[in-house]
Each structure stands twice: as C-alpha cells, then as structure tokens.
C-alpha cells in the first residue's frame, strides 16, 4: 500500500510535469522526497539550500496550486533541508514554510523554459470585465520581461529600438503593426511583453492587452459557442495596445483572420497600436489571407537573430547578476560558445549547472560545465540534419551552401563536399540516397566514394585530418 504522503506528492509531481519543461522537472522536482502528511502539512525533503531557494523563488505559484489541489485550501508544504556539513543526513531543524507568491503571481517565471502555466489563477476572462471599463483590464504582461534585462546586440538592435520607440508612443510612430519575428527562443516574447510593461509605466491608463495568438482563437471561438461574438469584437476594439504573440498560429484559421481583420482595421484606424510576433517574416507566412498578410506589412517588421559569442556572455552574465550568482569567466565563456543557437537553451544550460553544483555540493568550475553541457544536449536530443552539417562545414571554409551542392569540381570545394557527406553519414540516419539529393542530387555511390576519400585522407593528411577535426569540434555538442 502507497504511504498517504507518496500517494499526494505523486498527484502534485503529476501536475507539475504537465507545466514545466522535462529538464526542469528532471532537474528540480525529480529529487524531492515526500516524507509525510499530516493534517494538511506535507513534508518535503530537498537536497540543499539552494534547492529550497529556487524552488521558492520559481515554483511557487505551481506548487501552491498542486496542493491546494491535493489538500484543500489552506494547505502548507514544509521544507526539510539536508543540512550541508558533514553530517548530511542530518535534516534541518526549521523547517520553512511555503510562501504565498507575493510577486509575477501567475507567471511562469521567465527561467522555466517558456511553458506557460496552464492553472493559472490570475488570467481573466475579458468578457467578464464589467462594463467594460478600460481600466479594469487585466495586460496579462510578465513583469519579469523587461527593457532592462533584454540584452541589446547586434542580434536584436534595430528590433528593440523600434520596440522601445513604439513603447514611448504607442500609435504614434511609423511602426504601427510593429511585427518581430525570429525562429523560437530568440526573444519575441520578452520582448513585446517588455514594450507592453514599459507602455504601462509610461503611459498608466492605456489600456494594454498581450495575448498569444492561441488564446485568441480559443476565446474566439468560444464566443462563437455562446453566441457573444459581439462582446468579443467589443473588447478588443477597445484597446489601446494590442499585442498578440505567435500569429503564425492564424494560418488555416479563415473566420478567427476575419475577425482578427476587422480588429486590426478599427484599432489601427483609430490609431491604435498593433505588435504582433511571429515565427517567419510576413512574406513567409503560409495560410494567412492576402489583405491580413499586406496589413503585417504596413509598419515594420524587424528580426530576431542568433546572438552572436560576446552577446551570450553578456546575456549569461545578466541572469547570474540577477540570480545573484557569481562564476568564473572561463565557464561563462565554454557555456556561450558551447551552447549557441537558442537563448531559452543558454539559460537552460545556467540552470542545470547551478543545480548540478547544488546536488554534488561541488563548485562550479570547467570540468563540471563540460559535463554539463555535454549532459544537457544529451538531455535536449537535439537531432542533427545535413543542413546543420551543410552550414557548418560552409562556414568553416566560407563556402556558400550552394557552392557545396554545386556541380564544381574545384578541389576545395569537392573536399568540403565530401567532408559534410562524411558527416552527414556519421551523424544523422538519412540513407545514402538521401544524403546524395541533398547534394545536389547526386547518387549513392558519389556518397560511398565521399566517405571513403574523407576516411583515407584522414589517415595519410595531417592537415586534413586536424580541419576534419575542428568541424567535429564544432558539431561535438549536438554528437553527444
Ligand atoms: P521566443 O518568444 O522568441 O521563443 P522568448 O522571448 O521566450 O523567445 O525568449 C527565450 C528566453 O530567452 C527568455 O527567458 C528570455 O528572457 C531570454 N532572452 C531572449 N532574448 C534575450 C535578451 N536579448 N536578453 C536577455 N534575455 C533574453
Ligand atoms: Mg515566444
């Protein structure tokens, strides 16, 4: 028979995972230990300090919920702490008690990876808004996001000054939509909530609404259900800043275009201010109709791209000031320039170190960032495609992809051809038919061939071999 305390910790663990990412809850749920229940107190054991603080700090809003759940209102959760001296088994005297969120009540906060909370408490219905009154809307801004702590790059710059401007006069610029686009972890989010928080600061009575494209389609369409579509379109006409998220979740959704259109024309002609986000540009949008795609187009669109090495570190060293987190220069460095595509990952990456040195009760130092992030992109699985080893390789000997699929047969050239089939047969599944289409149609044998050249060069050039190598040092972190 499960002990009472195992059956209510697992139904809160089965809440939990459906709200944050699997590496969080790997990295700080899966450690805890139920140790019993009493009246409505569960005991939870935590392997450190550390652990208690950053549970604390950004799950306690989830885990308030989890509980209330499973205990009823007015259930506490206690800490017990494995002291960190040399008795460790030694449990923690005080116990602590949980704390109801005082601040982002509501929000994920912005270290977990992006999943939002789905019991959250805080997200109103704007149909029950009575009467309407501007002033009562709830914006639905994480204040978490803002100007501030959004690191300004080459990456990012004319995005965020085009935001920023639009922040201090909402309407009142050339930017009207402002439409940020970037592929997913780059920032759109922080961003646009960071002009709508700064629009709040500045200009207090507008009233401001972020939603994500998502939301907006499940509350069209159940107004449709009940039959107030007409209190739906009223809402949103209201508004002074509009700010929807991810509107590349419109596509293929005709009716909820129409409405987001009659939406888009009242509020921008009465000079209203749209911000829109998006995974691809305008033009690359797919399944959006054509009068909606050229209004996306009237103001300006800016992207989000990859930051580059100094803008990671940078980023890295923002969120260890604001964790109050000190690490050497040398680790920030190996984890920017190890983990390079995405800033959610880069930050996922801080957090995993942090709870690896808390759990070994280690420091943080080169050797555990190295385990670390050859770990985490383990963790993350990220699968490796002939394009990435195509970019890679075309890089590395400033090459155009197209030059590689080319039919030249420049010895370069070929050379590096060869070295990404190579690759492409040593890390990825595709067969050799496929690896040879994606060279310009070549066929199966010209891949064999690849190979066989790439293997017996390495054995007799030294050159060779050493350039070979610093490409599979470059594509080492998704090889793991
Ligand atoms: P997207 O919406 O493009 O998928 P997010 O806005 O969710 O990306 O950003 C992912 C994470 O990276 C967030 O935690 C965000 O705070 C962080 N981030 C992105 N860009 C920056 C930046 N320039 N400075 C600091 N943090 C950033
Ligand atoms: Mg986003």
Same mark, same amino acid.
């Given at each position: 028979?499960?002990?009472?305390?195992?059956k209510v910790w697992k139904n809160c663990l089965s809440l939990i995972k459906d709200n944050?990412?699997?590496?969080?809850?790997?990295?700080?749920?899966?450690?805890?230990?139920?140790?019993?229940?009493?009246?409505?107190?569960?005991?939870? !054991?935590?392997?450190?300090?550390?652990?208690?603080?950053?549970?604390?700090?950004?799950?306690?809003?989830?885990?308030?919920?989890?509980?209330?759940?499973?205990?009823?209102?007015?259930?506490?959760?206690?800490?017990?702490?494995?002291?960190?001296?040399? =008795?460790?088994?030694?449990?923690?005297?005080?116990?602590?008690?949980?704390?109801?969120?005082?601040?982002?009540?509501?929000?994920?906060?912005?270290?977990?990876?992006? +999943?939002?909370?789905?019991?959250?408490?805080?997200?109103?219905?704007?149909?029950?808004?009575?009467?309407?009154?501007? %002033? =009562?809307?709830?914006?639905?801004?994480?204040?978490?996001?803002?100007?501030? =702590?959004?690191?300004?790059?080459?990456?990012?710059?004319?995005?965020?000054?085009?935001?920023?401007? $639009?922040?201090?006069?909402?309407?009142?610029?050339?930017? =009207?939509?402002?439409?940020?686009?970037?592929?997913?972890?780059?920032?759109?989010?922080?961003?646009?909530?960071?002009?709508?928080?700064? +629009?709040?600061?500045?200009?207090?009575?507008?009233?401001?609404?972020?939603?994500?494209?998502?939301?907006?389609?499940?509350?069209?369409?159940?107004?449709?259900?009940?039959?107030?579509?007409?209190?739906?379109?009223?809402?949103?006409?209201?508004?002074?800043?509009? %700010?929807?998220?991810?509107?590349?979740?419109?596509?293929?959704?005709?009716?909820?275009?129409?409405?987001?259109? !009659?939406?888009?024309?009242?509020?921008?002609?009465?000079?209203?201010?749209?911000?829109?986000?998006?995974?691809?540009?305008?033009?690359?949008?797919?399944?959006?109709?054509?009068?909606?795609? @050229?209004?996306?187009?009237?103001?300006?669109?800016?992207?989000?791209?990859?930051?580059?090495?100094?803008?990671?570190?940078?980023?890295?060293?923002?969120?260890?000031?604001?964790?109050?987190?000190?690490?050497?220069?040398?680790?920030?460095?190996?984890?920017?320039?190890?983990?390079?595509?995405?800033?959610?990952?880069?930050?996922?990456?801080?957090?995993?170190?942090?709870?690896?040195?808390?759990?070994?009760?280690?420091?943080?130092?080169?050797?555990?960032?190295?385990?670390?992030?050859?770990?985490?992109?383990?963790?993350?699985?990220?699968?490796?495609?002939?394009?990435?080893?195509?970019?890679?390789?075309?890089?590395?000997? @400033?090459?155009?992809?197209?030059?590689?699929?080319?039919?030249?047969?420049?010895?370069?050239? $070929?050379?590096?051809?060869?070295? @990404?089939?190579?690759?492409?047969? !040593?890390?990825?599944?595709?067969?050799?038919?496929?690896?040879?289409?994606?060279?310009?149609?070549?066929?199966?044998?010209? $891949? +064999?061939?690849?190979?066989?050249?790439?293997?017996?060069?390495?054995?007799?050039?030294?050159?060779?071999? @050493?350039?070979?190598?610093?490409?599979?040092?470059?594509?080492?972190?998704?090889?793991?």
């Amino acid at each position: 028979m499960t002990a009472e305390h195992e059956k209510v910790w697992k139904n809160c663990l089965s809440l939990i995972k459906d709200n944050v990412n699997p590496q969080s809850f790997k990295t700080w749920f899966e450690p805890i230990k139920p140790l019993k229940v009493e009246d409505k107190n569960l005991t939870i !054991q935590v392997p450190s300090q550390f652990f208690y603080e950053w549970l604390e700090e950004h799950y306690v809003t989830l885990l308030r919920k989890a509980l209330d759940r499973e205990l009823g209102v007015g259930s506490k959760l206690e800490y017990s702490i494995i002291v960190d001296n040399s =008795n460790t088994n030694a449990r923690n005297p005080h116990a602590y008690t949980i704390n109801m969120p005082t601040r982002n009540a509501g929000y994920n906060n912005k270290n977990e990876v992006g +999943i939002p909370l789905n019991v959250n408490a805080n997200i109103h219905n704007p149909f029950i808004i009575p009467g309407l009154k501007k %002033i =009562n809307i709830d914006s639905q801004l994480n204040p978490n996001y803002t100007f501030d =702590n959004f690191i300004e790059g080459d990456c990012n710059r004319l995005a965020r000054s085009a935001g920023f401007a $639009v922040a201090n006069k909402p309407g009142g610029t050339a930017f =009207n939509p402002l439409m940020i686009f970037s592929s997913v972890g780059l920032g759109k989010t922080h961003l646009v909530h960071a002009i709508g928080n700064r +629009i709040k600061e500045v200009s207090p009575n507008k009233s401001v609404l972020f939603v994500s494209s998502e939301k907006f389609v499940n509350q069209y369409v159940d107004s449709c259900k009940n039959g107030n579509n007409n209190d739906f379109l009223n809402f949103y006409q209201l508004l002074d800043v509009l %700010i929807v998220d991810d509107v590349q979740f419109f596509a293929k959704k005709e009716k909820t275009q129409e409405i987001f259109f !009659q939406i888009f024309n009242h509020l921008h002609q009465n000079g209203k201010q749209i911000i829109l986000t998006s995974d691809r540009a305008p033009r690359d949008l797919k399944d959006v109709d054509e009068r909606l795609l @050229s209004r996306f187009k009237w103001g300006l669109s800016a992207d989000l791209q990859v930051p580059d090495l100094e803008t990671r570190i940078s980023i890295l060293e923002h969120k260890m000031y604001e964790d109050g987190i000190k690490l050497n220069a040398e680790v920030v460095e190996y984890v920017a320039h190890n983990i390079d595509s995405n800033i959610r990952e880069l930050e996922g990456a801080l957090i995993s170190l942090l709870a690896q040195a808390s759990l070994n009760r280690k420091d943080i130092d080169l050797d555990l960032a190295k385990k670390m992030v050859k770990n985490f992109v383990k963790n993350a699985s990220r699968e490796i495609s002939i394009e990435y080893i195509q970019k890679l390789v075309s890089d590395y000997y @400033s090459l155009s992809i197209e030059q590689l699929k080319s039919k030249t047969r420049k010895r370069e050239i $070929v050379q590096a051809r060869q070295i @990404s089939m190579y690759f492409a047969k !040593q890390l990825t599944k595709a067969p050799l038919k496929k690896i040879g289409m994606h060279f310009g149609g070549r066929d199966h044998s010209t $891949v +064999i061939h690849a190979c066989q050249t790439v293997s017996d060069l390495m054995d007799t050039d030294r050159k060779f071999k @050493s350039d070979v190598e610093e490409i599979s040092k470059r594509i080492k972190i998704n090889t793991f």
